[in-house]
């Protein structure tokens, strides 16, 4: 049994984590999840009490169908993704090793549930969530820029910060955060996206699992974030990905 009086997370004591874990459903939007995402991935950071959830929300998981465990899925990813950890502690990939195979596992029965054909942004999540428990590095964390439709990255050259936008507002670099105005009048520079056939490695295999999944609008996005910006600044041409790696690795 955990000793959660011996642990903390975001507001001290981790006291209070076993009462939300037992009292939580799997509808997502019962308010129960957003106190232990307020816990135990508070913007991003997580705590000693954060791993030692794992085990129950790896159990969650199992118990509920696959079109249910998408919340306990999702923070469970998030937290094995983050990179602001408690100092010293050990690498989750390590100390739940078996945790993350089962995980891996659930998500992969979760990510063919028909449903998530109209529900891009959980397919997002959900996918997300399974790089992070395979150990992919950056990407468990940031693929959620997809839903975003966007990326704040650096260019290589001048660093100037670029505006990555692909999605209802277009398909392009700017030096402007509020390129979503109708009044901007900052340069707004197309970005290149890499031909399918082009893709290899990570972006060939998301790619390819986006369209076999029925996710033609994600797939077509991952061309972009795999593909090359020209900075709004200087004119430099740059790798999407790499950049995103870059500031984020």
């Keep these: 049994m955990t000793d959660?009086?011996?642990?903390?997370h975001a507001y001290g004591t981790a006291e209070d984590i076993s009462g939300?874990?037992?009292?939580?459903?799997?509808?997502?939007?019962?308010p129960g999840w957003d106190d232990l995402w307020s816990r135990l991935c508070h913007q991003g950071t997580v705590y000693p009490a954060s791993y030692a959830a794992l085990p129950a929300l790896t159990g969650m998981a199992r118990r509920w169908s696959a079109a249910d465990r998408r919340a306990p899925l999702?923070?469970?990813?998030?937290?094995?993704?983050?990179?602001?950890?408690?100092?010293?502690?050990?690498?989750p990939q390590v100390a739940y090793a078996s945790q993350m195979s089962d995980l891996a596992q659930l998500t992969e029965e979760a990510l063919r549930?028909?449903?998530?054909?109209d529900d891009p942004t959980n397919y997002v999540d959900l996918l997300g969530a399974l790089l992070s428990f395979e150990g992919v590095e950056i990407w468990g964390e940031q693929l959620g820029?997809?839903?975003?439709?966007?990326?704040?990255?650096?260019?290589?050259?001048?660093?100037?910060?670029?505006?990555?936008?692909?999605?209802?507002?277009?398909?392009?670099?700017?030096?402007?955060?509020?390129?979503?105005?109708?009044s901007t009048t900052a340069r707004q520079v197309p970005l290149r996206p890499q031909a399918p056939a082009a893709l290899a490695g990570l972006a060939q295999r998301l790619h390819?699992?986006?369209?076999?999944?029925?996710?033609?609008?994600?797939?077509?996005?991952?061309?972009y974030v795999f593909g090359d910006a020209l900075c709004a600044e200087c004119d430099a041409v740059f790798s999407v990905a790499e950049a995103i790696a870059s500031r984020w690795g």
């Design 4 to 8: 959660w009086s011996r642990l903390h």
């Design 20 to 30: 939300l874990l037992d009292a939580v459903g799997s509808d997502a939007e019962d």
């Design 74 to 91: 999702s923070l469970a990813g998030s937290i094995v993704a983050s990179t602001d950890r408690p100092h010293g502690h050990e690498d």
């Design 113 to 117: 549930d028909p449903g998530l054909a």
């Design 145 to 182: 820029g997809l839903n975003d439709e966007e990326y704040e990255v650096p260019c290589p050259s001048c660093s100037a910060e670029n505006f990555i936008a692909f999605g209802e507002y277009g398909f392009f670099s700017t030096t402007d955060s509020m390129y979503m105005k109708a």
């Design 208 to 223: 390819s699992r986006a369209l076999a999944d029925s996710q033609p609008d994600i797939a077509r996005k991952l061309t």
